[in-house]
């Protein structure tokens, strides 16, 4: 069985609760894994796998993430567009003596458009420190670039650098480990294995069968193994128009619906025809990402509904996470 490199320490930690469950029966059994074992042994190796993988750079952002970031990063671009022009409405009025260079606007836009998250931090930090400097903000919002669409900056960044922030294991094979490294992995794999094989001997040896069921390989990494998430769709939605987005969702799947068009609005139902239009439901919010079970979204019936209730398109990213 391959383990990926990016499960082995949930697969330790899940290892050593299955001893630890079982501790006094099993190290009574297996003396080897008594005594000091625990501590000198397998936490050692944990310590140093654990190490590896979350400060060797072998981090990253999954593609569902990748993909709500950067549309939170993409919904700036017309928010900057009348920032452009509001600034320099204001400039030539008088109202802000900065120049318009000193805003950074060009050093965001890039980012922006390269989908580089910390270029993206880091200007956006620079606009927002230009914008309340002296009485910029003031100005802009008397301009017509009002407080909320100075906060809708502010909302859009920390959704896409709280994404990235929320990282995971990138998949890579031990295999493409160095020599060193490979070691240090397959003596915590080693001791993982000796762990189950001695709960199940153990178990076996007493007739437990709900234990001799949890003491395998397969068992154990079937606990820490995400569930593969069904990858987010971007659907449009046209004024006055539904859509089924899905038929008979299962009772323990999660889904999350996030409305990406900033002056649209849209509800999520259940209703048992396809064609059907929402006339209560839950309310989607720009930007806000809403995660719901089947019995959790109002109304009966086996058809996710999500009605446009606005006036224009909306665009609405939808995902269906197995539970």
């Not at 409405?89 to 890039?110: E, M, Q, V, W």
């Not at 794999?189 to 001799?212: D, F, G, P, Q």
């Amino acid at each position: 069985m391959t383990i990926k490199l990016k499960d082995v320490v949930g697969y330790a930690l899940a290892s050593q609760a299955l001893l630890d469950t079982n501790s006094v029966a099993v190290k009574a059994y297996d003396t080897t894994l008594g005594g000091t074992w625990e501590t000198l042994v397998f936490d050692v190796q944990f310590a140093a796998v654990e190490g590896m993988v979350s400060g060797g750079g072998m981090e990253g952002l999954n593609v569902e993430d990748t993909k709500l970031r950067n549309g939170y990063m993409n919904n700036e671009t017309p928010i900057l567009r009348d920032l452009t022009y509001k600034i320099k409405a204001c400039i030539k009025a008088g109202t802000i003596t900065d120049g318009l260079l000193s805003f950074n606007l060009g050093a965001l836009k890039k980012s922006i458009s390269k989908k580089d998250i910390n270029g993206f931090h880091l200007a956006y930090t620079t606009t927002m420190a230009r914008i309340n400097a002296g009485g910029n903000a003031a100005a802009l919002n008397t301009a017509g670039f009002t407080t909320a669409k100075q906060t809708s900056i502010t909302t859009n960044h920390d959704f896409a650098w709280g994404i990235q922030n929320t990282k995971i294991t990138l998949k890579v094979n031990i295999s493409e480990l160095s020599a060193a490294n490979q070691i240090i992995v397959k003596a915590l794999l080693a001791s993982c294995a000796h762990i189950i094989k001695a709960v199940r001997a153990y178990a076996e040896s007493v007739s437990n069968t709900t234990l001799m069921k949890k003491a395998t390989q397969k068992a154990v990494l079937s606990t820490v193994t995400p569930a593969k998430p069904i990858g987010v769709r971007g659907r449009r939605i046209e004024q006055n128009q539904s859509i089924c987005w899905l038929q008979h969702p299962t009772l323990r799947d999660d889904m999350e619906f996030t409305l990406f068009t900033e002056t649209g609005s849209a509800t999520v139902c259940r209703m048992d025809s396809k064609t059907g239009t929402c006339t209560a439901g839950i309310v989607l919010v720009f930007d806000i990402k809403v995660t719901l079970k089947k019995m959790e979204v109002p109304g009966t019936g086996d058809c996710i509904i999500i009605t446009n209730t606005g006036v224009g398109y909306i665009h609405v990213a939808v995902l269906r996470i197995k539970g």
